[in-house]
């Protein structure tokens, strides 16, 4: 099948898992993973109709937006502070915030674009070393703080579940990441609305639709495998 055949089976199974767990169908956004695809091939799935694009690294999202500037992009990949300022222009939502110093070089080149940036705090779920992300006290003491950031807002957390056939264990991830949410929305309020759980790939996503993923991150399973 082509891309515009894949995007169209990923959609409807998307929709099918927020049913099956009693949500509407939806309720759940796909970030289409584009990265190391080439423009064409993003081209074929904004065609089709996708306009959410995920992207891991900062020079890749660059020539990527110089070629297809009106879609929505997002940077899903760990993000260095001396990179923030080339994507501060465009970037619709970092996916990928893991530390407080992250967030004042966003919210400072946020400043310089008189913009808003909008971010999600990543969690690391999988308490895996190699994975980046806060653990929930960090998340909840950067909220705390909150206000000394004005030109970035809070939409949510996000998560990577252990690359594991454990399917059990994935599901308790993301319910974890979920909790986490719950309780840190004791500080929702002008720049933080908690709205959003990025958790779930092309392996995965079904089970973090049924924790209650808001937005899945899909690459291979649209554009085919590497």
């Known amino acids: 099948m082509g891309i515009a055949e894949n995007l169209l089976a990923v959609k409807q199974k998307i929709s099918a898992a927020a049913v099956a767990a009693g949500r509407e169908s939806g309720a759940v956004k796909l970030?289409?993973?584009?990265?190391?695809?080439?423009?064409?091939?993003?081209?074929?799935?904004?065609a089709a109709g996708q306009v959410d694009f995920g992207e891991n690294r900062v020079q890749e999202v660059v020539e990527k937006h110089a070629a297809l500037p009106n879609v929505n992009w997002h940077l899903i990949g760990t993000l260095q502070r001396n990179k923030v300022r080339q994507i501060a222009a465009f970037v619709h939502l970092i996916h990928s915030v893991d530390s407080e110093k992250l967030l004042e070089e966003i919210n400072?080149?946020?400043?310089?674009?008189?913009?808003?940036?909008d971010c999600l705090l990543q969690i690391n779920i999988s308490h895996e070393e190699q994975k980046s992300g806060m653990d929930e006290s960090e998340a909840n003491e950067l909220l705390a703080r909150i206000s000394q950031f004005r030109h970035v807002r809070i939409l949510g957390?996000?998560?990577?579940?252990?690359?594991?056939?454990?399917?059990?264990?994935?599901?308790?991830?993301?319910?974890?990441?979920?909790?986490?949410?719950?309780?840190?929305?004791?500080?929702?309020?002008?720049?933080?609305?908690?709205?959003?759980?990025?958790?779930?790939?092309?392996?995965?996503?079904?089970?973090?639709?049924?924790?209650?993923?808001?937005?899945?991150?899909?690459?291979?399973?649209?554009?085919?495998?590497?």
């Open 31 to 46: 970030i289409a993973v584009s990265k190391t695809y080439p423009v064409d091939a993003v081209q074929a799935a904004i």
């Open 157 to 226: 957390l996000m998560g990577m579940a252990a690359f594991t056939d454990n399917k059990p264990l994935i599901s308790s991830q993301f319910q974890s990441l979920a909790a986490t949410r719950a309780r840190l929305r004791i500080h929702e309020g002008p720049r933080v609305e908690l709205r959003e759980l990025s958790m779930g790939m092309s392996g995965d996503f079904e089970l973090a639709i049924a924790a209650g993923a808001t937005m899945v991150r899909i690459g291979s399973s649209i554009f085919g495998h590497r």
């Open 108 to 117: 400072r080149q946020a400043e310089l674009h008189h913009r808003v940036i």
